[in-house]
């Protein structure tokens, strides 16, 4: 009797799959296929025994563009396969955005399972070619369009309510806190999982953003008071660590 979902597979059972998923992209896409790789934890040999399969499927260019995925339940796996022409993939490794370090490990890392030309190597130089402008641009974006925002919603809360909302507003604090600690450093997360410890072990956190990751963690997110609390702390800590560093929160009134 299979358990509903997945089930406990081996790391071996799991890479025979991602063969037969490449061998079944070749049937369907033939010469067009530039390369075929598997991303995530598979190709870091982290992947659990209820891991789900990641992978590239690069076209070759042509007059349009392809960008879609594949995302299905077999059953016991699961598994995603995102089908992209080469200028598709080679345009978002070299963008950064507010959840670079946990959106681009792929593009640094991937387990080739077919690439004649070099492909892989290529789009991991692309990753690394944005700049220290790209971003204190993304941070500067972050601070703006997410935590001065988070701001505003913890302030009607606290006044108005919901008080239910407070958990979810902490955890978008830390979350986005984490991805403004690791775009400042150029840090990749390793994982989902691991982006609040990991942040952690960074240097040059903003005051406060450790009180409330620790918050996060321990799921101490009962008392209204202590969330409020801890956010406007971090807040005020995110104010000053963006004057040390030259980030902006506050423009002139109207920019443009």
């Given at each position: 009797?299979h ?13 025979e ?10 049937e369907?896409?033939g ?6 790789g ?14 789900d ?34 200028d ?9 955005e ?9 593009f ?7 690439d004649p030309?070099g492909?892989?190597?290529k ?11 790209d ?5 500067n ?6 935590m ?10 606290s006044?108005?309510?919901?008080h ?5 507003l902490?955890?978008?604090?830390a ?25 952690l072990?960074?240097?040059s ?21 202590k ?17 040390e ?12």
């Amino acid at each position: 009797m299979h358990m509903n979902g997945p089930v406990n597979i081996s790391r071996n059972e799991r890479l025979e799959a991602c063969h037969e998923i490449a061998s079944r992209l070749h049937e369907v896409y033939g010469e067009k296929v530039l390369a075929i790789g598997v991303y995530g934890s598979i190709s870091r040999g982290t992947d659990g025994p209820f891991s789900d399969i990641e992978m590239f499927c690069v076209l070759c260019e042509s007059s349009e563009s392809v960008d879609f995925s594949y995302e299905w339940s077999a059953g016991p796996w699961k598994a995603e396969v995102e089908v992209c022409s080469a200028d598709v993939l080679f345009k978002t490794a070299a963008t950064v955005e507010g959840s670079w370090p946990l959106t681009h490990g792929p593009f640094f890392s991937q387990l080739s399972l077919y690439d004649p030309q070099g492909f892989f190597p290529k789009l991991k130089e692309t990753a690394q070619s944005p700049t220290s402008e790209d971003f204190r641009c993304s941070i500067n974006e972050v601070l703006v369009g997410e935590m001065y925002e988070f701001v505003g919603k913890l302030r009607n809360v606290s006044i108005n309510g919901p008080h239910s909302y407070l958990p979810y507003l902490a955890m978008e604090f830390a979350q986005y806190g984490a991805m403004l600690v690791g775009l400042h450093h150029q840090k990749l997360f390793s994982t989902g999982s691991m982006v609040l410890p990991e942040a952690l072990e960074l240097p040059s956190r903003p005051e406060g953003f450790d009180n409330v990751v620790r918050i996060v963690m321990s799921g101490e997110l009962a008392e209204p008071s202590k969330i409020i609390s801890a956010c406007e702390d971090f807040w005020s800590g995110l104010v000053k660590w963006a004057a040390e560093h030259d980030y902006v929160i506050s423009t002139k009134r109207i920019p443009f």
